[in-house]
């Protein structure tokens, strides 16, 4: 918390407890700052994602648990198009 602190992010040990315990939301640059801070690359703090996987799964699988389901760009592009569809056509 100390070593964050000094880099200018004024954050408490609470905020750092939820991040560690993964029920924090972290930006960008709460990322940089704490790479800096901890003298290691950005990379070191991401989560290792298995490439072989599109990445909504990897992410669901990262966060099991934690949030619903991510779904996959065709879900996603069918739900939008049902939504820009006329009432009268969506329900045929």
């Not at 940089?32 to 909504?56: C, D, G, M, R």
Request: hydrophobic share 45%.
């Amino acid at each position: 918390m100390f070593k964050v602190q000094d880099q200018g992010w004024n954050i408490c040990r609470q905020r750092i407890a939820r991040i560690e315990s993964c029920e924090a939301w972290v930006s960008d640059f709460d990322i940089v700052l704490t790479a800096t801070a901890l003298e290691v690359e950005i990379t070191e703090l991401l989560p290792k994602l298995e490439s072989k996987q599109p990445l909504y799964v990897a992410l669901s699988n990262l966060l099991a648990g934690q949030v619903k389901t991510l779904a996959s760009p065709e879900e996603i592009l069918n739900d939008r198009s049902l939504r820009c569809l006329p009432i009268e056509i969506a329900e045929h």
